[in-house]
């Protein structure tokens, strides 16, 4: 049988989740955390804190923590909900949207070449397979929530 645990682990430094910095755009060093935070706040229509925090798995206190620093970084505006002031909606400034296309077009580029490394059958596979394991850890109580401490 195959040791899974050690695909994961290689797979893990393959997509280089272990390294401090994701990338650097614009003369940012982003974080993976950060550019996870810049991606979500992208897709999602003005979203709150507390739903880009539940959509990452952690808790607001860290959550908060990172969002301050991209605030600094001049990437991301809170500003509060009009009716409701005790709520904070995210959006990205244009600084924002440039580095989170930037970060965007470079994972897409990566994961192309990746991709081009297999035949039509092979990628159609793993993507089907990926989405397998997506769904089935969301069913599970251990996984996808705030990681272990």
């Known amino acids: ?13 393959h997509f280089g989740f272990l390294n401090k910095n994701c990338c650097t755009v614009g003369g940012h060093d982003i974080s993976l955390i950060h550019s996870h935070i810049l991606y979500e706040i992208d897709k999602q229509h003005n979203p709150s804190m507390q739903q880009i925090a ?3 798995g ?9 969002v301050q620093s991209l605030v600094k970084m001049n990437l991301v505006k809170k500003s509060p909900l009009p009716e409701d ?19 965007d077009e470079q ?8 991709f081009a490394n297999m035949n039509e059958f092979e990628r159609e596979t793993v993507v089907r397979s990926i989405k397998l394991l997506n769904a089935s850890m969301a069913k599970t109580s251990y996984c996808c929530t ?4």
């Not at 952690?58 to 990172?66: C, G, P, V």
């Not at 709520?87 to 440039?98: D, M, R």
């Not at 994972?107 to 990746?114: G, I, Q, W």
């Open 58 to 66: 952690t808790d607001i206190t860290t959550f908060s923590r990172q």
């Open 107 to 114: 994972m897409n580029t990566m994961l192309n070449e990746v």
């Open 54 to 56: 539940a959509t990452l």
């Open 85 to 103: 002031k005790r709520i904070s909606v995210l959006s990205l400034t244009a600084e924002g949207k440039f580095i989170a296309a930037v970060i």
């Open 146 to 149: 705030t990681p272990m401490r």
């Open 1 to 13: 049988m195959e040791n899974i645990r050690e695909i994961f682990q290689v797979m893990t430094r």
